[in-house]
T-cell receptor
Framework: NAGVTQTPKFRVLKTGQSMTLLCAQDMNHEYMYWYRQDPGMGLRLIHY???????AKGEVPDGYNVSRLKKQNFLLGLESAAPSQTSVYFC???????????????FGPGTRLTVL | KNEVEQSPQNLTAQEGEFITINCSYSVGISALHWLQQHPGGGIVSLFMLSSGKKKHGRLIATINIQEKHSSLHITASHPRDSAVYIC?????????FGAGTRLTVKP
């Protein structure tokens, strides 16, 4: 099993450009998440999905959109990139605990994005 | 104020030392998580706990729900334990992370 994979690993964008980050998991997990990690700060949740076809906003959703058309894939889109979106982006997945609560998460390797 | 506070921010230890990293939180939670981020950037989940204590090898995690506090202990530390250790709390689908504790274990 590959676990959680992210594409691409690195990307440099110019302000105003758009791009899509792909997250894929082969563990049949229901829940998937997108986080960003900035120096000196903890990981922050951007968007999440509790199942195919469903998405919801996290702590810092502005400037991002997501889609979960297939259970194994979770896409994060930047429509018009800004320098403030320079960050390392992590995807994670988990299966629900009894009662729907979060369970142990499995993380992807991260995507380092620089917006000039 | 961050909902999850970790201390210390940085920690340097000699090989073999007993290490403690602390985590305090200010919100009601479903569970508390300890994660390890390797120097290369990869993140691994170490523990998820909602009460009491869990042990895995040389790592021990404890939580006191009443005091909203958790500790991660590493016994007989080794240079390969050098990493950033992250505390996080979950409530419903949401999750909040501490800024991490950078641990360096010297041989």
């Amino acid at each position: 099993n590959a676990g959680v994979t992210q594409t691409p690993k690195f990307r440099v964008l110019k302000t105003g450009q758009s791009m899509t980050l792909l997250c894929a998991q082969d563990m049949n997990h229901e829940y998937m998440y997108w986080y960003r990690q900035d120096p000196g700060m903890g990981l922050r949740l951007i968007h999440y999905s509790v199942g195919e076809g469903t998405t919801a906003k996290g702590e810092v959703p502005d400037g991002y959109n997501v889609s979960r058309l297939k259970k194994q894939n979770f896409l994060l889109g930047l429509e018009s990139a800004a320098p403030s979106q320079t960050s390392v982006y992590f995807c994670a997945s988990s299966y629900p605990e009894a009662g729907g609560e979060r369970n142990e998460q499995f993380f992807g390797p991260g995507t380092r994005l620089t917006v000039l | 104020k961050n909902e999850v506070e970790q201390s210390p921010q940085n920690l340097t230890a000699q090989e073999g030392e007993f290490i403690t990293i602390n985590c305090s939180y200010s919100v009601g939670i479903s569970a508390l998580h300890w994660l390890q981020q390797h120097p290369g950037g990869g993140i691994v989940s170490l523990f998820m706990l909602s009460s009491g204590k869990k042990k895995h090898g040389r790592l021990i995690a404890t939580i006191n729900i009443q005091e909203k506090h958790s500790s991660l202990h590493i016994t007989a530390s080794h240079p390969r334990d050098s990493a950033v250790y992250i505390c996080a709390v979950s409530f419903g689908y949401d999750m909040r992370f501490g800024a991490g504790t950078r641990l360096t274990v010297k041989p």
